[in-house]
């Protein structure tokens, strides 16, 4: 369903991903340069490693310090970024990529065709945990033509290839930081990108301050960016509603309406492809069983879990880990509510009698212990017995992400089908945690990125989404409504549904 929401000063338009708008400012003059924004959010910004980080505060970070070849435009198409312009051969197997010239990293060096060689040799190194790497697995080799030209050779067709570059951490790193110590990419930073880091205290905040020498020499118009980290989502919400912090990076669904509702804010609400799942580890009991799986499913009650978790913030989702905004998203048949037919197919599956399980859930953000705790209850009438263990989130991603056999995931929306699979359930995956392993899948995914025919490539991505479906590596209840929200002085704020880019250099605060 359409959103539409109108405030004073801005019109805000969200509808699909594809189709969602940035902000219409109706403030009288041009953008003001100068203030600091301050920004809250709830999670730990652990590293400032671009080629490795995943959280939820530290994508704003990177995406002020750093920039890519490319970027990922508000309505999910490819922007250039470091790289103006760019062409391909005939198959798409070849790419060269022209650099902007006079680009300078923060310490005043040059950006080279080195730096991006450098970079993305490192992404594709096997021995570098990069995020990118499965998502880039296609790049055969990088080299450089000359001093701002780099051409990319692929192991098979793939036009999809500038959007790949766009990946959230594939941003441009130096040759001296790419070859130094790794280690002091988690505390250091040296970017192209619009914000030059200034303090950096994972506990408390990192600020960041205007790059005087950045590409465009109109923008950042803020002098500087504060993130505050808030571990407790109360006094979040109080210090937003009092004014002490100009935007609230993500607003939690129980208090969305009551944020809307306040005088001088302006509440954002961007449907996503952006999802809880239930991780099943496939190479272990009970969840080895399919039916195991599919009793589970059918034990969930999709529209009540939108409206009880989510506080109608966000739409039933079926298992499929594509939603329908993606280009080749399938129609996914609704999974029934139907507790009787589990309960059957679980006694199928050798326990009659029922199951004890225990569900493992971080508590940051606090919707994952929300979802385990609906399942818990909704999941009881068929015989499914379970504990929720909440752990605090450093604990979790330490001891149970990626090791544990049943826990709550929780994932953002990515700019394509083959970043979306390469990213969890190929068998290589930077993040693969089901043991899933399917090779007929891994099949069709690397079929569907290696033909630039549109026929085949749907063909190749229904085949997968089918097997996902089939197979249920995971269990996704819902897809989630993005929500954020700004005092009504702040200008041009607004959130991509992929949830890693955030154009702050076009924010403003009016003031005058």
Do not use: C
């Amino acid at each position: 369903m359409s959103v539409f929401m109108v405030k004073r000063r801005h019109v805000i338009m969200g509808m699909a991903a594809s189709t969602v708008m940035p902000r219409m400012s109706f403030a009288q003059g041009s953008p003001q340069r100068g203030g600091t924004l301050k920004i809250s959010h709830s999670n730990r910004i652990a590293t400032l490693n671009v080629l490795t980080n995943s959280g939820p505060a530290e994508y704003p970070v990177m995406d002020m310090v750093y920039s890519g070849l490319t970027r990922i435009g508000l309505g999910n198409t490819v922007l250039a970024d470091l790289a103006e312009s760019w062409d391909a051969n005939e198959d798409a197997t070849e790419f060269v990529f022209n650099l902007r010239p006079g680009v300078t990293f923060h310490d005043g060096t040059p950006l080279t065709s080195a730096d991006v060689v450098a970079t993305f040799e490192a992404i594709l190194d096997p021995d570098v945990p990069a995020s990118a790497g499965a998502t880039l697995g296609m790049v055969d080799s990088v080299e450089a033509l000359d001093y701002l030209r780099v051409k990319f050779t692929l192991n098979a067709p793939y036009a999809d290839l500038p959007t790949a570059t766009a990946h959230a951490n594939a941003r441009i790193l130096s040759v001296a930081a790419v070859t130094g110590d790794h280690a002091e990419l988690d505390t250091q930073v040296n970017g192209t990108g619009p914000f030059i880091l200034e303090d950096y205290d994972s506990a408390r905040i990192v600020r960041l301050v205007r790059n005087p020498n950045y590409y465009d020499p109109d923008k950042p118009y803020l002098d500087a960016v504060e993130m505050h980290l808030f571990p407790d989502l109360a006094a979040e919400t109080a210090n937003f509603l009092s004014g002490d912090v100009d935007v609230m990076l993500t607003v939690q669904q129980a208090d969305y309406a009551r944020i809307a509702e306040t005088p001088g804010v302006e509440a954002l609400r961007v449907p996503s492809g952006r999802y809880v799942n239930v991780v099943m580890r496939q190479d272990q009991p009970p969840f080895d069983d399919v039916r195991v799986r599919r009793a589970l499913a059918m034990s969930i009650d999709r529209e009540l879990i939108v409206e009880l978790v989510l506080e109608g913030l966000g739409r039933p989702a079926y298992d499929n880990i594509l939603s329908p905004e993606f280009r080749y998203a399938i129609d996914t048949p609704e999974v029934p509510y139907d507790p009787e037919a589990a309960r059957a197919l679980l006694a199928e599956a050798g326990y009659p009698d029922g199951i004890d399980l225990t569900l493992v859930a971080s508590n940051r953000p606090a919707i994952r212990g929300q979802v385990a705790i609906a399942i818990k209850q909704m999941a009881l009438a068929s015989g499914f017995n379970i504990d929720v263990e909440s752990m605090p989130h450093d604990t979790y991603l330490s001891n149970v992400w990626m090791q544990g056999n049943f826990y709550m995931g929780y994932w953002g929306m990515q700019p394509t089908e083959d970043a979306t699979f390469n990213l969890l359930l190929t068998s290589d995956a930077s993040y693969a945690d089901t043991a899933w392993n399917n090779a007929e899948f891994d099949e069709a995914v690397a079929a569907g990125r290696s033909t630039v025919d549109e026929e085949e490539r749907l063909a190749a991505y229904r085949t997968a989404q089918e097997l996902i479906l089939r197979d249920l590596p995971y269990l996704v209840p819902f897809f989630e409504d993005a929500l954020t929200a700004s005092r009504d002085d702040v200008e041009d704020w607004t959130i991509n549904p992929i949830n890693r880019y955030f154009y702050l250099e076009n924010v403003w605060l009016d003031r005058s």
